[in-house]
């Protein structure tokens, strides 16, 4: 368990659970349920949905660590392209799916697991990968504007941040205890989760 992901051993750790067989394993499962759960969504509004796909990512990521991770989120969304094609392929989707697995890694591996770190990952995602990269590829594709995008996409990803800690939330303190017993999180790595 590290406090910070800021030490060359959260770094020696993460190299060598990304090439461990079992956490391959684990994220070419989270590859499959993510193009599964693509294909589930909950319309809130015209522009509005909640989707599921993150939390295979988030998974992945909290077992391979940050360099699994990005490694996850490139092959992730190359698949998924293949698998749901809609309009031409961008890379720049690839760079936010890489990124938003990182951000990922950094507050969930190796570390304990509370609701306010999840709310910190979540804003990171959010913001900065969701607003502020996708609103770049977005005015790059379809060129309205930064600010458009942008605009739109801050209402969006602030609307939808509660409904995601609180998702995230439920759902990892329903999947630690798993992924303790199957040896693919530390034994000293907490189950239950707190606030802080």
């Not at 507050?107 to 990171?124: D, E, G, P």
Request: with cysteine.
């Amino acid at each position: 368990m590290f406090k910070t992901p800021f030490s060359a051993n959260f770094w020696r750790q993460s190299a060598k659970s990304a090439a461990e067989l079992k956490v391959l394993i684990v994220c070419a499962m989270c590859m499959a349920f993510s193009i599964i759960l693509g294909y589930f969504y909950i319309p809130l509004s015209e522009n509005l949905t909640i989707r599921f796909s993150y939390l295979a990512t988030a998974t992945a990521s909290l077992v391979a660590g940050p360099i699994g991770g990005v490694v996850y989120g490139f092959a992730v969304d190359i698949l998924d392209y293949f698998m749901h094609p809609t309009g031409g392929f961008f890379f720049g989707y690839t760079l936010s799916a890489m990124a938003g697995a990182f951000f990922y890694a950094l507050f969930l591996y190796r570390q304990r697991i509370t609701v306010f770190r999840i709310f910190l990952c979540r804003v990171c995602v959010n913001y900065l990968v969701n607003v502020l990269m996708g609103s770049l590829w977005s005015n790059i594709i379809y060129g309205k504007g930064y600010i458009y995008y942008a605009a739109k996409s801050l209402v969006k990803n602030s609307v939808m941040l509660p409904i995601e800690v609180v998702v995230m939330t439920v759902f990892f303190s329903l999947l630690l205890p798993a992924l303790k017993s199957s040896k693919l999180i530390p034994p000293e790595q907490n189950t239950k989760i707190k606030f802080f």
